[in-house]
């Protein structure tokens, strides 16, 4: 009986220490290799693809032209082989009616070729005919004239010697001298019309048809112009139409250039009925021999990636698969974001693989492990482990069954899994993997008013857990959640703030199951059964939000364990 009540009372007094532990999930630290990884998804494409194109150009309200006939996606062609038709009808009826006017333009322009060698023969007529020809009758009126005058002075003067004897009257003879004036007047008016068909006349009818030629030949280059500008026309829409009549320009397999949709975007599928503008791809013939991965890294993180870092990539398609990469190019500018989707941004990278596998193939979809940093035989500890307090960082070492000691430790890199710790552990020992429950078991050091003050500023104030004593800060950022955005933290508190009925900052299983949150159990890392913290900050910086997506983790590959969860 004396043995019994002794043991009873040593187990009821130890009973009350052991749960607290008991309960807890510790961690053993060891020593391994420490690499932080930034993991993104992405899409396998060639590095060197053969684009083809529509190259139909669009003519008034003709913008887009549908897809007759496509063909089959995978299969391999040849130079010259056709791969895509287009509908052209509209275009062969735009042919037929420019034929019509090419017609019009046709007559007009033989119109004026006619209408020119006329005004030249004109030309001609008058110089070498008409004009000589009026010159002769006015050179014989001339000397019609100079007769008519000459006898007419004659016939006065025998006047004038019979009116002398008394033969003729004075009215006779005053007839004879009108006589003579008259065709002194013919004469001189013959004389005059000849000069000014020579001087004048003559000049100005040459102008008049030289104006005329000048007329026919403008009119001449402008029905060329207007022929040529409807031949061109006629040639754009027979040239259309058999572009309309896509061929491979080199030999390879056959991918569909089909694009993904968005609010602001519109989807596009390759396929019969599909409408296609003018300088869009429609195939790709890829070089397989070169292939590349184009992912989109969250600008919370692309200032650790630069161009040469190595890279793992693996497959969904293919289970086991790892293949090795070099990080390329990482754009200097973001990728362009819809206004009603998350605004987070991303910056386009390409990441080239070494030694393709023949059995990849383009839009495969692909796990990039950039890495950005890593050391070799260090410890580790998980990042849920460390516990901030102040300005300094603590882990809860379980020293015994019943006893347990916060330690200070000194910490190096982490990345969303692991960080490196760099002096206060020792290999072998037990962290606990939730030291938020244990800080009202364990005393820990007072701290400073302005590291209090310091923490309210960073963080605000925030309610800690029940039982929390003066001198204790509000919960800051873990390691893991160091690097991770405002809009990140932000979201996690709002998931905190309505699952966490108990305020230790940890999701179990039986909260998350009360309050309709069981989407969440997948941001559990360790498999633990209870979601931390710094595992809800690590899923919903690999989502593009906490809430549109609900904790999508980045499907990365698995990181070595460090130790084993006891």
């Given at each position: 009986?004396?043995?019994?009540g ?6 009821y007094?130890?009973?009350?220490k ?7 999930m ?9 690499m932080?990884?930034?993991v ?13 194109m529509?190259v ?10 549908e897809i007759l006939?496509?063909?089959?996606e995978?299969?391999?062609v040849?130079?010259g082989d056709v791969?895509v038709r ?9 042919a037929k009616?420019?034929?019509l006017?090419?017609?019009?333009s046709v007559?007009g322009?033989?119109k004026?070729?006619n ?9 001609t ?5 008409l004009?000589?020809?009026?010159t002769k ?18 016939y006065?003067?025998?006047?004038s010697?019979?009116?002398?004897k008394?033969f ?9 001298r ?8 013919e ?12 001087e004048?006349?003559k000049?100005?009818k ?6 005329s030629?000048g007329?026919a030949k403008?009119d001449?280059?402008s029905?060329k112009?207007r022929?040529?500008i409807?031949?061109?026309r ?9 572009n ?7 030999a390879?397999?056959?991918?569909y250039?089909?694009?993904r949709g968005?609010?602001e975007?519109?989807?596009f ?11 869009q791809?429609i195939?790709?013939l890829?070089?397989y021999?070169?292939m590349?991965v ?7 993180r ?12 693996t ?8 293949l090795?990469?070099t990080v ?8 362009p974001?819809?206004?009603f ?5 991303r910056?386009a990278?390409?990441?080239t693989?070494?030694?393709?596998p ?5 839009g495969?979809?692909a796990?990039?492990?950039i890495h950005v940093?890593?050391?070799?035989n ?5 990042v849920?482990?460390?516990l901030?307090y102040?300005d ?11 006893e ?17 710790v760099n002096?206060?552990l ?20 007072e701290?400073?008013?302005?590291q209090?003050n310091?923490n ?16 204790k800060p509000?919960?800051?950022k873990?390691p ?20 966490d009925?108990?305020?230790?900052g940890?999701l ?5 199951a009360?309050?309709?949150?069981e ?9 633990d059964g209870?979601v931390?913290r ?17 904790v999508r ?5 698995q990181?070595?364990a460090v130790?084993?969860a006891?």
């Amino acid at each position: 009986m004396v043995v019994a009540g002794a043991a009873g009372i040593y187990f009821y007094t130890s009973g009350k220490k052991g749960p607290i532990v008991e309960d807890e999930m510790f961690h053993q630290v060891e020593v391994g290799n420490f690499m932080h990884d930034v993991v993104e998804k992405g899409e396998v494409e060639s590095a060197r693809n053969v684009d083809v194109m529509s190259v139909v150009r669009g003519y008034r309200d003709l913008n887009n032209f549908e897809i007759l006939w496509v063909i089959e996606e995978g299969k391999m062609v040849e130079p010259g082989d056709v791969l895509v038709r287009l509908d052209s009808s509209a275009l062969e009826e735009e042919a037929k009616l420019q034929r019509l006017d090419l017609s019009g333009s046709v007559a007009g322009l033989s119109k004026a070729q006619n209408e020119l060698e006329a005004a030249q023969i004109a030309m001609t007529e008058y110089v070498d005919g008409l004009f000589v020809q009026e010159t002769k009758e006015l050179e014989a009126e001339i000397t019609f004239a100079k007769e008519t005058l000459r006898r007419a002075e004659e016939y006065f003067a025998y006047s004038s010697r019979l009116a002398a004897k008394g033969f003729v009257t004075s009215l006779q003879l005053e007839g004879d001298r009108f006589a003579v004036d008259k065709a002194q007047i013919e004469l001189d008016n013959a004389k005059l019309k000849l000069k000014v068909l020579i001087e004048q006349t003559k000049q100005k009818k040459i102008k008049e048809l030289e104006s005329s030629i000048g007329v026919a030949k403008a009119d001449l280059e402008s029905a060329k112009e207007r022929n040529s500008i409807e031949q061109k026309r006629l040639d754009f829409f027979l040239e259309q139409i058999k572009n309309c009549t896509i061929t491979a320009p080199a030999a390879g397999q056959v991918v569909y250039a089909n694009e993904r949709g968005n609010r602001e975007a519109s989807e596009f599928i390759v396929e019969p009925g599909t409408s296609v503008r003018e300088r869009q791809t429609i195939i790709r013939l890829p070089d397989y021999s070169a292939m590349q991965v184009h992912v989109k890294i969250n600008e919370s993180r692309v200032a650790m990636v630069d161009p040469g870092m190595k890279a793992t990539i693996t497959l969904d398609a293919f289970d086991g698969l790892k293949l090795s990469g070099t990080v390329t190019k990482v754009n200097e500018y973001p990728e362009p974001i819809s206004r009603f989707g998350a605004q987070i941004k991303r910056y386009a990278a390409v990441v080239t693989i070494d030694g393709t596998p023949r059995q990849i193939k383009p839009g495969l979809t692909a796990n990039c492990a950039i890495h950005v940093d890593s050391k070799d035989n260090v410890l580790m500890v998980p990042v849920q482990s460390v516990l901030p307090y102040g300005d300094d960082y603590y882990c809860m070492i379980r020293k015994s069954a019943e006893e347990i000691e916060p330690r200070k430790v000194d910490l190096g890199p982490s990345n969303n899994r692991f960080v490196v710790v760099n002096d206060g552990l020792d290999a072998g020992e037990y962290v606990s993997m939730s030291p938020r429950r244990l800080m009202d078991s364990v005393k820990m050091p007072e701290l400073a008013p302005e590291q209090i003050n310091s923490n309210e500023n960073e963080n605000g104030p925030r309610e800690g857990p029940p039982g929390r004593g003066p001198g204790k800060p509000p919960q800051p950022k873990s390691p893991g959640e160091a690097d991770q955005t405002g809009e990140d933290t932000q979201l996690v508190d709002r998931v905190l703030q309505n699952f966490d009925t108990n305020n230790d900052g940890v999701l179990s299983s039986d909260e998350l199951a009360a309050k309709g949150g069981e989407k969440y159990t997948s941001a559990d890392q360790d498999g633990d059964g209870q979601v931390q913290r710094s595992e809800l900050v690590a899923a919903a910086s690999a989502a593009e939000a906490l809430e549109d997506d609900p904790v999508r983790i980045a499907e990365d590959q698995q990181p070595q364990a460090v130790g084993g969860a006891q």
